[in-house]
């Protein structure tokens, strides 16, 4: 029987940013613990530091802190002035004061510190610890608050919540949303070392903000819930320490502080990293990137984006020069015959200077790409141009005219970055007036001089923010959430324009962070996955957004292993593709076959694979030689009509059978008079009933087949 993994009820509820009330107040002894628990959790702080000693589940039994060397650590604060630094620990202190406060709906530990000395300044630091834990969840909103009264030393980070001696090496599943190679996410099983992962990033860190650590049937769930995105690292070492930095605003400035603009979300659950992210999910809709609705409401993405069925990218079709333009047309008709959806064209080289230079000059174009653009146009495609929205070529002609809306380091000195050509490359701060201009301009330019009806601009939703520490630019000096705010305000422009006076342009970016959800119609996912992967995105975005592509180097996998790697993300719900016409090379005949086939099943399956949530897994018990992905797997998915959506795919070169039961109940379907089976694709097959309760699925699919079905109730008579 394959294993299913359901959503599990959940108890948490988001929070309000409010301190904490102040009915029935206790005051514990001087030398005696702070216990904050309820039927589900029990938190001990320390007597004299209050750093956190113990967290137990008291569903499970299970004690996720030990005992460490000295006192448990709570806070760490990082101060500067100029080219010096100071830190301040809450293990360095005892606390001056703690209360617990019991209220209607919770009950609040509140940890005061007063007057601690900054260098030689004696005094100048207060710091107070709230920690919130609802009657009905496991988990806790943590909040700190930084007074600083010093005159020459301002705050640089907070790490808050720490936590020492929390988990076990070896001991625990830990799951995120880390990429570069495990973008959509990764669950690192018996995690020993040290994850250390900046947000928001898509390239290398986190595009959200959660971990789940597993054990057993007890899960850590540790996060921020901020809707304004700081810059923010999470760190995790197993056994030693677990903290979030969270980087301040106007870094050095004398007397800043830090007053938390975020919850952190630290306590036990019962389930599994996918019920951790349904958990985060409940966050995550009431977030401003989310505020637009889901996407079958139709603002999100437009529907031309929804209805693509598999992306095509060139990278070298127009590098040097365009060919003749009957042959190259009738080459992308031809692809658009054979795969028989609608597509999407990711179009590199278009521009007549080489890629990644000349940055952010992209015109003019080569000529004959106008003629191009608008013929595949006119071909119902959508025509997508690439262009970066980031970096600036230090060695374009009028770039000492740029560098003041260059983002600039503490010293002064813009931040530099080499690609794959060498080319010396400066970061633009996005705050700028200039440079959101400059991007707008750029998407203009493409739309109504080429004729397309999409832009994808690079590197926004992948790379990290800088620290700029420019004053001119009128931002909050380093951290914040000013980086993310400026570059929202960046697509927001661009998409009035895109959306502008009848205008349907997609907008779409690279990578996965989460913050950019709104402006954008869909993002890139070309990374290559492992035997860690899973889908974490889709578990809290989908029905939000949209992903697109497959890893680049799949045309270099087997036949055996093509189906595994590109039927992997189709089940996760991404507009699989990316590929250039060396598809149509005759040793990618069975890969290209393949590809209509789930380009077909995708556009079958849109109301679940675009517009549903994914709720679970199918895992039939098998295991292939590529990264231990099953022979045969699948996924569940919710439509907007309560309907599920159960999507297989065999991998097989031979049929293959799927016996499964399970109760739609699991899944908020609920019918007394039963349900139907309906088979969306490949079509032809009549509805089935089905009984109330538990439901038996027998299906036997033919060798390489993708099969859809719809679990229903039965239509009204």
């Known amino acids: 029987m394959p294993s299913l993994n359901p959503t599990h009820p959940l108890l948490w509820a988001l929070l309000p940013l409010v301190a904490c009330g102040t009915a029935a107040m206790a005051q514990p002894e001087a030398d005696q613990a702070t216990v904050l628990e309820n039927d589900h959790v029990r938190m001990t702080f320390e007597a004299h530091h209050a750093g956190l000693a113990s967290l137990m589940d008291k569903t499970s039994g299970v004690e996720h802190v030990h005992a ?78 930084v007074s600083n009264a010093s005159s020459g030393w301002g705050l640089r980070a907070v790490e808050f919540p720490k936590v020492t001696g929390m988990l076990e090496a070896g001991n625990y599943d830990l799951a995120g949303a880390f990429g570069h190679t495990e973008t959509w996410g990764a669950l690192y099983r018996g995690f020993s070392g040290r994850l250390e992962k900046r947000y928001p990033d898509g390239w290398h860190g986190m595009s959200t903000q959660f971990i789940c650590a ?45 007053q938390a603009p975020y919850p952190a979300m630290l306590g036990v659950y019962q389930g599994d990293w996918l019920s951790g992210c349904k958990i985060y999910r409940k966050f995550a809709a009431a977030a401003p990137w989310t505020a637009k609705g889901k996407l079958a409401a139709g603002e999100v993405t437009l529907p031309a984006g929804r209805a693509i069925g598999l992306w095509l990218r060139e990278w070298t079709w127009t590098k040097d020069s365009v060919g ?12 658009q015959d054979y795969f028989g959806v ?21 015109f003019p174009p080569k000529a004959g790409v106008a003629k191009l653009a608008r013929g595949m146009v006119d071909l119902g495609l959508v025509v997508m141009p690439y262009i970066n929205g980031r970096i600036a070529d230090q060695n374009n002609p009028d770039f000492a005219g740029l560098v003041k809306d260059a983002a600039k380091a503490a010293d002064g000195n813009i931040y530099t970055e080499l690609y794959d050509n060498e080319v010396k490359q400066a970061v633009m701060c996005p705050s700028t007036r200039f440079w959101q201009d400059t991007v707008t ?60 006076d009848g205008r349907s342009v997609l907008i779409t970016s690279e990578n996965t962070a989460e913050p950019y959800i709104d402006g954008l119609d869909a993002n890139l996912v070309v990374t290559e996955h492992s035997k860690c992967s899973i889908p974490i995105l889709p578990a809290v975005y989908s029905g939000y957004t949209m992903y697109f592509g497959s890893a680049e180097a799949a045309l270099g996998l087997s036949n055996e292993q093509w189906p595994i790697e590109l039927g992997r993300d189709f089940l996760w719900g991404c507009q ?94 609920a019918s007394p008079a039963g349900y139907r089976r309906i088979q969306l694709h490949p079509a032809g097959s009549e509805p089935v009933a089905l009984p109330p309760g538990n439901i038996a699925l027998n299906e036997t699919l033919a060798p390489l087949e993708v099969r859809i079905l719809a679990i229903a109730p039965p239509q009204p008579h």
């Open 441 to 500: 301009a750029n998407v203009r330019q493409l739309v109504t001089g080429l004729g397309v009806n999409a832009v994808y601009i690079d590197q926004i939703a992948a790379a990290p923010p800088c620290l700029c520490f420019d004053p001119t630019h009128g931002h909050p000096l380093g951290g914040g959430s000013w980086w993310v705010d400026a570059y929202r305000q960046m697509l927001g422009q661009v998409r009035g324009f895109a959306r502008g």
């Open 576 to 669: 699989n593709g990316w590929f250039g016409f060396n598809l149509f090379n005759t040793e990618n005949t069975q890969k290209k076959a393949y590809l209509r086939t789930l380009a077909q099943a995708r556009v079958a399956g849109i109301k679940y694979l675009a517009e549903g949530e994914l709720l679970g897994l199918i895992d039939d018990g098998s295991r292939s030689d590529y990264q231990d992905v099953p022979w045969l797997q699948g996924s569940i998915w919710k439509g907007e009509d309560g309907t599920l959506g159960i999507v297989i795919a065999n991998y097989r070169t031979t049929p293959a059978t799927l016996a499964m039961s399970f109760n739609p109940l699991h899944y908020a379907l």
């Open 324 to 335: 003749d333009y009957p042959s190259m047309l009738k080459q992308v008709k031809d692809a």
């Open 342 to 362: 609608p597509l999407g064209f990711h179009w590199y080289n278009w521009q007549v200077a080489d890629f990644d230079t000349h940055y952010p000059h992209f």
């Open 214 to 258: 597993t054990r057993q049937s007890s899960s850590i769930y540790f996060a921020a819930h901020d809707p304004r995105a700081w810059f923010k690292e999470f760190v995790v070492e197993p056994g030693n320490e677990c903290f979030i930095r969270t980087y301040a605003e106007n870094i050095g400035v004398a007397g800043s502080g830090y």
């Open 68 to 145: 460490v060397q000295g006192a448990h650590a709570l806070w760490q604060i990082q101060c500067s002035h100029a080219k010096d630094s100071y830190e301040l620990a809450s293990t360095q202190f005892p606390c001056a004061a703690a209360t617990v406060t019991t209220g209607p709906a919770s009950r609040c530990a509140t940890f005061t510190w007063r007057g601690l000395a900054l260098g030689a300044e004696a005094a100048s630091v207060d710091v107070v610890v709230e920690v919130e834990l609802p009657q009905e969840s496991g988990i806790a909103a943590w909040r700190i608050h």
